[in-house]
């Protein structure tokens, strides 16, 4: 299914026009729109979230700023996380609170699993990759973060649903990813790979191919632990040779030049493909549901693609 054959709404309802909606009618585009994040730290929060999970939950919220002041500190995003469709005493009895690791660095790419019966006891976690049990599991994060914009709400839950069934064990609601106005959104761990405007349909078919290395270059926006301007080159070539492997194309060089254009350098097997791109800001937009001020987003144009063998 192409990106364009999304649902959308038929127009606001109660008050709401979906950014979602507005971001489909534009054709904003998806390459390079990708949050940055090295390192994640998931956290098991059961129940309803506000704004922000980790201040706004089931957790003590003096534990919620010190653990997330903690992560951020050591370069590490923090998210919450939540099985889809569980029962309202489920979610009331949570005694323990499971945690996860992810390294999302090229190379590096790793993920391990722990669990507490305390929170407090996550502010002593190792942070360096040393605690818990590895895994070879990808995990998957769907961002369905109602009070954060709607859309993650109205767009996520039905994708959530959907790999629940197919994913069970892999698969979790997760807090704010970035991107309200892709929804439905989410990333693939541990590799980082974000993908925007899932419908419920294509959903099982991103996860199967990430399991056999690939990328499926309809929703894709880039690589969490990448800069949005070697995301967009990387989405760039992806179209233009087909390669969907997700190693296919790493970084070998990123810069900008004196007219303004960035060119990036990427490796493909025995040859560099030079990718040359005009960085613009958009039109000012409302990049989500509940933005009041329109403000102008990065995008990306390609203007040359080309190959050579690489240099002995």
Request: glycine share 10%; hydrophobic share 35%.
């Amino acid at each position: 299914m192409s990106a364009t054959a999304l649902p959308s709404t038929s127009g606001p309802v109660d008050g709401w026009e979906p950014c979602s909606d507005r971001s489909l009618e534009r054709g904003d585009p998806l390459a390079g729109t990708g949050g940055f994040g090295a390192r994640w730290l998931l956290v098991e929060i059961d129940g309803a979230w506000g704004t922000h999970a980790f201040f706004q939950s089931r957790l003590d919220p003096e534990i919620g700023h010190a653990l997330v002041r903690r992560a951020e500190s050591a370069g590490i995003r923090p998210v919450a996380i939540r099985r889809f469709g569980r029962r309202g005493d489920e979610r009331r009895s949570q005694s323990t609170w499971r945690w996860a690791l992810a390294d999302a660095r090229p190379g590096r790419e790793s993920l391990r699993w722990g669990v507490v019966d305390d929170p407090s006891r996550l502010l002593d976690l190792p942070l360096d990759g040393s605690a818990g049990t590895p895994t070879d599991q990808p995990v998957v994060l769907v961002c369905t973060h109602a009070r954060h914009d709607q859309c993650c709400a109205v767009r996520g839950r039905p994708v959530a649903q959907t790999l629940s069934r197919a994913f069970t064990d892999e698969t979790w609601e997760s807090s704010h990813l970035g991107g309200d106005r892709f929804a439905a959104t989410m990333i693939l761990l541990p590799h980082g790979l974000y993908y925007g405007r899932v419908p419920a349909s294509d959903a099982a078919t991103i996860v199967d191919r990430y399991r056999n290395g690939e990328i499926v270059p309809d929703f894709f926006r880039g690589r969490s632990s990448l800069t949005n301007v070697v995301q967009a080159a990387q989405s760039f070539a992806l179209a233009d040779t087909g390669d969907r492997r997700i190693e296919a194309f790493p970084p070998l060089h990123e810069e900008r030049a004196a007219d303004g254009r960035w060119r990036v350098d990427l490796g493909h097997g025995a040859d560099v493909v030079a990718v040359t791109m005009r960085e613009q800001a958009s039109e000012p937009l409302l990049s989500t549901c509940g933005a009041t001020r329109p403000a102008s987003v990065r995008e990306f144009t390609l203007e040359t693609l080309t190959r050579r063998t690489a240099a002995v």
